[in-house]
């Protein structure tokens, strides 16, 4: 476990991600409860992208232009935390290889990448958080998004939290590490194969007959909603956020404001 830099209060600067921001901001809320309760102080930075997208499609010098940006915003914070493995990974990965050569920038992007963390490996990880204070009464079963799983290792962690909601039964379902089709532009450009992947991978969450699925990637999830939708699926949709903190007042993700579920 990663020991916190001081005996005050952390100061955590939230990295809301843009899929977060633009689509479902009540996760980034979700996040600063569960942080706060963890006894940080939280901030939101001015942001913009992380730059993943265009360090994904090959785009370096954009990549660059958005991770300096990163960098100047978020450098003075004690931790930076993103509900999301995906955009966490692209700064404590990949933001090292991006400046290796550029002594004005490699000791920065080196720091900012230290103590940058996915928000459940965070909280278990560095803070040592084993249980929250939430009920959500049901059963789920979980998808362990690509990045955060194979570059940060977050597999125990949002098990372990989730384990300490009251009412929350976890069900492991097959393939649970089996990549859901999304993987941000590649969705886009192979649109048959992702369909592929995120059928079986919707076959399989159907099969264990939850009423949630969870994961820690806003991107995975949207992806999910849409083919079990489309299948004609009333599993919830849901960001392990949300259940953490106990925020499952909103429809699931996939699910417009106001409307309900067919039951």
Same mark, same amino acid.
């Given at each position: ?5 001081? %005996? +005050?209060?952390? /100061? *955590? !600067? ?9 689509? /479902? ?6 996040? !600063?409860?569960? =942080? ?5 102080? *939280? ?20 990549? +660059? ?21 995906? &955009? ?11 400046? #290796?050569?550029?002594?004005?920038? !490699? ?13 459940? %490996? ?6 040592? *958080?084993?249980?929250?204070? %939430? ?14 799983? +194979? ?9 372990? =939290? ?16 089996? &990549? ?8 886009? #450009? ?17 099969? *264990? ?55």
């Amino acid at each position: 476990m990663a020991e916190p830099k001081s %005996s +005050r209060p952390p /100061r *955590v !600067a939230l990295f809301a991600t843009c899929l977060v921001d633009l689509m /479902r901001p009540s996760i980034g809320m979700a996040t !600063a409860k569960l =942080l706060e309760d963890a006894g940080c102080i *939280v901030e939101v930075p001015s942001q913009t992208c992380c730059g993943q997208p265009a360090f994904n499609s090959g785009d370096r010098d954009t990549a +660059r232009v958005l991770a300096e940006q990163m960098i100047a915003a978020f450098e003075g914070y004690d931790y930076i935390v993103a509900p999301s493995g995906s &955009c966490a990974g692209q700064v404590r990965k990949h933001y090292p290889e991006l400046f #290796k050569h550029d002594p004005n920038l !490699a000791r920065r992007a080196d720091e900012i990448a230290e103590k940058t963390y996915e928000l459940t %490996s965070f909280l278990v990880d560095v803070l040592g *958080v084993r249980k929250v204070a %939430s009920s959500v009464a049901g059963t789920a079963t979980y998808h362990d998004s690509c990045s955060g799983l +194979r570059e940060l290792g977050v597999k125990k962690q949002p098990r372990l =939290l989730l384990q300490s909601v009251d009412g929350l039964s976890l069900t492991e379902m097959n393939e649970n590490e089996v &990549c859901c089709g999304f993987g941000g532009t590649f969705a886009v #450009k192979y649109g048959e194969i992702s369909d592929s992947i995120v059928t079986k991978k919707a076959e399989n969450i159907e099969a *264990v007959e939850p009423d949630m699925i969870l994961a820690g990637d806003l991107g995975c999830l949207m992806n999910m909603a849409g083919k079990l939708s489309r299948m004609g699926s009333t599993i919830e949709v849901r960001h392990v956020a949300e259940v953490l903190a106990g925020m499952t007042d909103l429809p699931p993700i996939g699910v417009p404001n106001g409307q309900e579920k067919a039951r």
